[in-house]
Structures are given as C-alpha cells and as structure tokens.
C-alpha cells in the first residue's frame, strides 16, 4: 500500500505530510465493512466524511475562482457554471482522467459488481481527497490543488486536444515515450444482452493499467484510451 500511496501523490501533485489522510480518501466503505472483526472494521477509517468536507471546501475553491474569473458575469450564470464544474459527472471524468480508480480500497461485493467505475464512487473519492488536501495543508493547498484538477476545464479555457479517436492518438503517444503499444483486453460484461455495459482493460508500456467502461468494447476502449491519453499529456508536456 505504501508504493500505491507514493504513486497517488505523484498522479494527483500533491505530497501530504500525513499519507494516513490519504489511505482514507481512497477507502470506500465497503472496504472497511467486510473486515473481518467488529474491531477490525471499527479501526478503519472510511471517505465518508472526507467527502462531506470536500464537498464544501470544492464548492469554495470553485465559487472563488469564477468570482475572480468573471466579474461581469451575474449570479445566475455564476451559479450555472458553478453547477456544471462540481457535477458528479465532471468529478467522475476527473478522477478517471487521473486514474483514480485503480487506487481505491473496495470491498469484493462492491468490486463485483463494478463498483471501480462507478460514477457516484469515483466523485465521492475525489471530493475526499480534496477534503484531505484541505485537512493535510489549508485553504491555500486546497485551493492551489482544485486549480490544478480543473487547469482546462474553466470557462473559455483551452479546448481538448482530442476530441474522437483517442486510442490513435494514444497509439502515437506511447510509441514516442516508449517505442511500445498499449494493450486492451475484455475484462467485464454486465447487464441485459441489450445494454450491456463492457469493461476494458488497458495496460501502458510502463505496466499501469486504466479501466473503461461504455455501451460496446470500442465505446470502453476508447474511454480508457482517453484518460490514458490525458495522464500521459500531464506528465509529459508538450
């Protein structure tokens, strides 16, 4: 667990003084539920209530930059651009993006069950993690740290590089970095034969591995491709 945290630091920018405020943020509850002891499950600490103090420290950081960002703009606009950036939806595409959901500590049920790609899950531990970045450093940490996760995603800001064929694009990249392709593989199908949900599996030439999940292979292998892509951009910038 000790090398995974080290890793989590180095995807999300941040170095805590306290990594236990970490190992938290990436504990779901049905990790810590399926222990074994009353005491065993009484000791571990779970994101629930990182998450609730993420939540609001977010919302600030948010609300602060757009005030600062647009000082033209009305309430009700400021509102609605505030609503859009902290949706669960933009929190799952963020957290996938960094690929947080090869980190999380789940229980068996809820890993069954797909659970690693949930979107409510994956927002839930990003605001955690927040709510952890604020505990382990203050405000100003906090704030540095949102503005980082959201660096291309304010208003007016730059546009993706990638809009459609992210597994080409993903092709080029690795084959520059290290002379090498990826590797997709059919891990999951779930639900009914007509909508079915598949998860895919794609391991980079370094050995990482970063999950997609969509209505066909192609839709999944292109989601993984996608967040692959965009890690590899923020450690490699051009």
């Known amino acids: 667990m000790e090398e995974q945290i080290k890793t989590v630091q180095n995807v999300i920018n941040y170095a805590f003084r306290d990594v236990k405020l970490l190992r938290t943020a990436l504990t779901h509850s049905s990790f810590a539920n399926e222990q074994g002891t009353c005491e065993e499950r009484e000791a571990i600490e779970h994101n629930e209530r990182l998450e609730f103090l993420g939540d609001a420290v977010l919302e600030l950081c948010v609300t602060e930059e757009l005030f600062g960002r647009f000082p033209d703009e009305r309430e009700g606009e400021l509102t609605r651009m505030r609503a859009k950036l902290v949706s669960k939806t933009a929190l799952k595409d963020i957290a996938l993006e960094l690929g947080l959901n090869s980190y999380l500590l789940l229980g068996k049920g809820e890993e069954s069950q797909g659970g690693r790609m949930r979107g409510s899950l994956l927002s839930d531990a990003l605001e955690a993690i927040i709510g952890a970045v604020f505990l382990d450093g203050g405000f100003d940490a906090a704030r540095v740290f949102v503005g980082r996760l959201y660096e291309d995603l304010w208003p007016g800001g730059p546009e993706r590089r990638y809009t ?60 993984a491709a996608g967040i692959a892509l965009r890690l590899l951009e923020r450690e490699n910038p051009r």
Do not use: M
């Open 164 to 223: 459609k064929d992210y597994k080409s694009a993903l092709q080029e990249v690795t084959q520059e970095l290290y002379k090498e392709r990826p590797v997709y593989a059919l891990v999951a199908s779930r639900g009914p034969e007509h909508e079915k949900e598949f998860e895919v599996e794609l391991t980079l030439p370094d050995g990482r591995v970063i999950r997609g999940q969509g209505p066909g292979v192609k839709k999944a292998e292109q989601e």
